[in-house]
C-alpha cells in the first residue's frame, strides 16, 4: 500500500517534529495522537506542522512507520497554536511544551474505553442571588464583552467581600447558556473547598477538578470529557490551562495578583499571561479578578488595553474593618512573647462575644532561625546555603528549599562540627507553632488549630479545618498566607498580622507590591458580614508608607507611588527582564562557562546584561547556582537576543541552564 509521510510531535525536549510513514489511505490531520516507536520504545506523539529542522532528506526506507493512531479526538488549531506560542516564548522546547498538554500519559496506554464522565445538570436560574447596583453594572459591562465574540481582558477590581465570585458566576452562567466551556484558575487547592460550595449551591451542580491532588483515575476520564467537549466548567490550578479544550468561551483568573501562578520549574510560565495568550489565540474574553490587582493589570488598565469594572462596597451590609498599627519599638511585647499585650487582650474580648481571630504570620514550623551554642554557628541545610527551620510538633529541624529533615534524637552532631563536643542548640525568632503555643497559653479554653501549606498536605485534614472554622467549631486558627485569600467566614472579626515587616527587607524588586497585596488580602478576611472588623498590624516600621496605605484602604495611592518608583527605576512593568540561572554541581565549571559567557555578550544599546551574580540562595539541592539578567524595553524580542547569544557557546555536561522571561523571583 502507498505510504506518506507525517511529521509527529513527541512530547520530550526536543524543539523538532519527526518524521513517520503511515498509509495514504490513513486520515491522519495535525493534532491527531499517534503511537510511535522511538529509540528502542513506543511512544505518544502528535501529528504537528513540520518543525524539523534537519535539512538533510532522509531516505524514505530509513523512515519508520507508526505503530496506530489512536481513537481520540484530535487537538484543535487552537491548543496547538498555544502549545507553539508558549514554546517560543518561554524559550523551551516544543516537545517540553506539548507535555505539559498531555501530563496524564496513561491517557494512551489504557486497552479498555476510557469511561466517560457523564455531563452534569447545571441549573442556571437556581439560587441565582440579588445584585447590588455595582455588580449589576459590572455584569453587564462583562456580558457586552461576551456578546462581542472578540478577545478582551477585563478585570474585576473590587474591595474584599465586595461580591466578586458572583459578578463572575454570572459570566459562567452566560457562557453555559451558549454550550461553551469555562475554565476558572485558582491559585490555592485550599480555596477550592468553599469556592465549591458556592458553585453548587449557584448553580445545583459541581465543577470538574484538575490539579495534583486529583486521582489519576480521575484526570484521565477529565482529560478526555474535556476533548470530547462534554465538559462545561473545569476550576483547576496552573496546569489547568493547557489542558486540551474543543469549545472554550470564556477563562477566569481569580486572585489574578497571586504569584503561585508562576511556575519556577520545568517549562517556566506566569498562568496569568498565558491565560491572556491562551484567550487572544481562542477569540475569547478573559477575566482578571482581585481585590489587590497586579500592578501589571493596572498598568494595561491605565494604558487602555484591559476593561475594568470596579466593586469599591463591601456586600450587603458589612463595612470594612478598622486598621491599627502596633509599634513594637513603642510597645514591645513582655519578654519570651511574640504579641503584645493589647493583641491578647483584644483575641480574649473577640473569643468572649463569641466571634473568632485569625493569627496570621508568614512563617512555617516553630522557629526560622537555628543555632548551636557550643560551636557558634548557624545550623544549615547541608545540601543549601539556607538555615534550618525547627519544627515542633514532628521534633524536626526542616530545610524549606529542598525538603531536607534531620530529627532531633539527641544533640550530638548537628550542627556538623566533630570534635566531639555535644551540641547545645537554642532557636529564636517565631513560627506559628510558637505562637500557637503563646495564644494557648493565654487562651486555654478556647479551639484553637494551625492552618499551614504542611497541614494542607493531607487535603482531607485541611478542609476539616476550614470546615470547621467556617461553622464556628474553631475559635481561632494560626495559620500562614494560605489562609489570606478567598476564604469568607462570617464570625471572623479580628485578624492579627504578627509581623508585617518581613516583606520590607531584601532585593525582590516586587517585595512592596507583594507585601502590600498580602497584608491587605489578609485583612479582608475580617468583619466580612453584619460583624464589624478589626485588623492588628504589628511592626517595627510603623512609619513605613506601605503600612499607611494599607491602614487608609488607599491601594489606587499604593499603586500610583510603586508605579513611579517602577518607571524611575526603570523596572517591570516599564521594563522587559529575562534572567538566565545557570545550575551546575561543580562550582569550577560553573564559573569558567559565566566567563565565556561574558566574553561572548553581544554589545548592544537595546540590551542590558547584569551579572553573573549569586543568587540570595546561591547553593540549593547540592547545586551552585549564578544568574545573568538582561534589561530590554517592553517591545524588544529578548528571546532572539538570548538565543543568538547562548547559541555561540557549547554548555559543558552536567550544567543546566534556565531561563525564565518575566521572572518573579530572586531567591
Known amino acids: ?31 491527531s495522537f499517534v503511537l510511535v516507536p522511538f529509540k528502542n520504545k513506543i511512544v505518544t506523539g502528535c501529528i504537528w506542522e513540520n518543525k524539523n529542522n534537519n535539512k538533510k532528506k532522509i531516505p524514505l526506507k530509513k ?52 469511561e466517560k464522565i457523564k455531563k ?11 445584585l447590588t447596583k455595582e455588580q449589576k453594572d459590572a455584569k ?46 485558582l491559585p490555592e487547592i485550599s480555596m477550592t473547598t468553599q469556592w465549591f460550595d458556592r458553585f453548587r449551591k449557584r448553580f445545583n451542580a459541581s465543577p470538574l477538578l484538575w490539579h495534583s491532588d486529583v486521582k489519576v483515575s480521575e484526570k484521565i476520564k477529565i482529560w478526555k470529557t474535556i476533548l470530547e467537549g462534554n465538559i462545561q466548567v473545569v476550576v483547576g490550578a496552573r496546569s489547568a490551562l493547557f489542558l486540551p479544550f474543543k469549545n472554550l468561551g470564556l477563562i477566569i483568573i481569580d486572585e489574578e495578583h497571586d504569584q503561585s501562578y508562576k511556575q519556577e520549574e520545568g517549562v517556566i510560565y506566569n498562568a496569568r499571561d498565558m491565560g491572556i495568550v491562551r484567550a487572544k489565540i481562542s477569540n475569547i474574553p478573559i477575566i482578571l479578578s482581585s481585590a489587590t490587582l497586579s500592578i501589571e493589570t493596572k498598568l494595561n488598565i491605565l494604558e487602555k488595553k484591559y476593561g475594568v469594572v470596579k466593586l469599591k462596597k463591601r456586600y450587603g451590609k458589612a463595612g470594612l474593618p478598622e486598621i491599627k498599627i502596633i509599634d513594637l519599638i513603642k510597645n514591645p511585647p513582655e519578654k519570651g512573647m511574640w504579641l503584645s499585650d493589647e493583641i491578647h487582650k483584644e483575641v480574649k474580648k473577640t473569643i468572649n462575644l463569641g466571634n473568632q481571630a485569625l493569627i496570621f504570620l508568614n512563617r512555617r514550623g516553630f522557629a526560622p532561625y537555628v543555632f548551636c551554642n557550643s560551636h557558634y554557628k548557624k545550623i544549615l541545610c547541608p545540601n543549601c546555603d539556607a538555615g534550618l527551620v525547627f519544627h515542633k510538633k514532628v521534633n524536626n529541624l526542616i530545610c524549606h528549599h529542598c525538603g531536607y529533615k534531620k530529627l532531633l534524637k539527641n544533640n550530638k552532631k548537628i550542627c556538623g562540627e566533630n570534635d566531639g563536643k555535644d551540641c547545645n542548640f537554642f532557636v529564636y525568632g517565631p513560627g506559628v507553632e510558637k505562637i500557637y503555643e503563646e495564644i494557648k497559653n493565654n487562651n486555654k479554653k478556647s479551639n484553637i488549630e494551625i492552618l499551614t501549606s504542611d497541614v494542607m498536605q493531607k487535603k482531607e485534614k485541611g478542609e476539616e479545618i476550614l470546615r470547621k472554622f467556617e461553622s464556628k467549631k474553631i475559635d481561632i486558627v494560626v495559620g500562614t498566607q494560605i489562609l489570606a485569600k478567598g476564604h469568607h467566614f462570617p464570625k471572623l472579626t479580628l485578624v492579627v498580622v504578627v509581623d508585617a515587616d518581613f516583606g520590607f527587607i531584601g532585593g525582590d524588586l516586587r517585595a512592596a507590591e507583594k507585601t502590600f497585596q498580602l497584608l491587605t488580602q489578609v485583612s479582608g478576611r475580617s468583619g466580612r458580614s453584619k460583624l464589624s472588623g478589626k485588623v492588628l498590624i504589628q511592626s517595627t516600621m510603623a512609619e513605613n508608607p506601605i503600612l499607611k496605605n494599607i491602614k ?5 495611592g499604593f499603586f500610583d507611588e510603586e508605579l513611579n518608583v517602577r518607571k524611575i527605576s526603570g523596572l517591570p512593568p516599564f521594563k522587559k527582564l529575562c534572567s538566565l540561572i545557570l545550575i551546575s554541581k561543580n562550582e569550577r565549571v560553573l564559573n569558567n562557562f559565566c566567563k565565556k559567557l561574558q566574553i561572548n555578550i553581544r554589545q548592544t544599546n537595546e540590551f542590558e546584561v547584569l551579572g553573573p551574580a549569586a543568587p540570595y540562595i546561591s547553593y540549593i539541592r547540592g547545586r551552585h547556582r549564578k544568574r545573568f539578567i538582561i534589561r530590554c524595553e517592553r517591545n524588544k524580542n529578548v528571546q532572539s537576543f538570548v538565543g543568538s547569544w547562548l547559541s555561540k557557546i557549547k554548555v559543558p555536561f552536567g550544567l543546566k541552564i534556565s531561563i525564565d522571561v518575566d521572572p518573579y523571583s530572586f531567591s
Do not use: H
Not at 19 to 24: A, R
Not at 552 to 556: H, P, Q, R, Y
Open 120 to 130: 452534569p445538570f447545571i441549573n442556571l436560574l437556581k439560587n441565582k442571588p440579588l
Open 552 to 556: 487608609e484602604f488607599n491601594i489606587n
Open 140 to 185: 453587564n459591562y462583562i456580558f457586552n464583552k461576551i456578546n462581542s465574540k472578540k478577545f478582551s481582558s477585563i478585570a474585576i477590581d473590587g474591595v474584599a467581600g465586595s461580591g466578586k465570585t458572583e459578578v463572575y458566576f454570572e459570566a459562567i452562567s452566560k457562557c453555559l447558556m451558549e454550550k461553551r466551556q469555562v475554565l476558572v484558575l
Open 1 to 31: 500500500m502507498e505510504k506518506k509521510i507525517i511529521n509527529v510531535l513527541i512530547p520530550l525536549p526536543f524543539n523538532q517534529t519527526f518524521q513517520y510513514l503511515c498509509d495514504i489511505e490513513d486520515k491522519l490531520d495535525i493534532g
Open 63 to 114: 523512515i519508520r512507520n507508526i505503530e496506530k493512531k489512536l481513537n481520540l479526538f484530535p487537538l484543535n488549531k487552537q491548543n496547538i497554536d498555544f502549545v507553539n506560542w508558549v514554546s517560543k516564548y518561554t524559550m523551551n522546547s516544543l516537545g517540553a511544551t506539548l507535555k505539559l498538554c498531555l501530563s496524564v500519559k496513561q491517557i494512551f496506554n489504557r486497552k479498555k474505553e476510557i
